[in-house]
């Protein structure tokens, strides 16, 4: 396809380069290596862009996409495989939220990854279009794809007692002020491990979904940027528990607020 590419983006696509997702929802386990190859792809495209090394390219009709070589990009010179990979990523979702800087909006968003295909039939070639709301999740998505994770589940009464956060802040304030930040902290400071997260209301004992209130708990993804030894002895909760303490305890003391509980 021939680029129609434009260097200034959408006023949509500046505020998605720069957004910081929380809560994101993706099942990750259903990846295959091939679909971690092609956001690898889209990922490497998207941050050249924000970084102003390319412009965004764009086909025809004013979509951005990226061009899959199937040869190089996973493919081994499989171009049906690919195809069929590739249709299977268009059918998963991912779900963050996230803060509109101008407007102090707590927005939540589910988006397609990929929302259109096109292959020409004369080469070994595809091109997807990314969705737009898609970009975030893209941008940060490699950042220890294919390492060791860990999940952890903290309740959050425990959290606040122990980050000594009144019960008068609500979840998007801590979300806002503190689990943000640290998460960003470990990311941009070369941190060795860094975390995903999400607010749900579990039984912190059994993992199950359930209606009360009370029992909200903080789902913790840790993951690694190094892939894990095969000798390696799995991190005990224990461990998780301390990092997390000393993760987040970076984050400076919040004022009290007036806000209720929500």
Known sequence: MESTAIEKMTPLEQEM?????QNVIFEEELLSDWHKDLLAVMCDMLQKCQSGEAPLPRDPFGQMFVEIVCDEDGGEND?????KEAQDLMRMTVEYSWIRPKKRRYVHNVSLIVHTMQEPKDANIIYLNIATLAIPFLLYYTIGMGCARYKYLYPLEKFREDFKIPPKMRRDYITEHVLSPARMRLIEGGSNLWFDYEIRHLDP???RRIKYKKNNVIIFRIKSVQPEAEDAEPYTE??????????????PNITVGTTVEG
């Open 17 to 21: 380069m720069t957004v910081q997702t």
């Open 79 to 83: 171009k049906a495989r690919v195809i």
């Open 205 to 207: 004992d059994t993992g």
């Open 238 to 251: 224990s461990f998780l528990y301390n990092w997390l303490k000393q993760a987040i305890g970076g984050v």
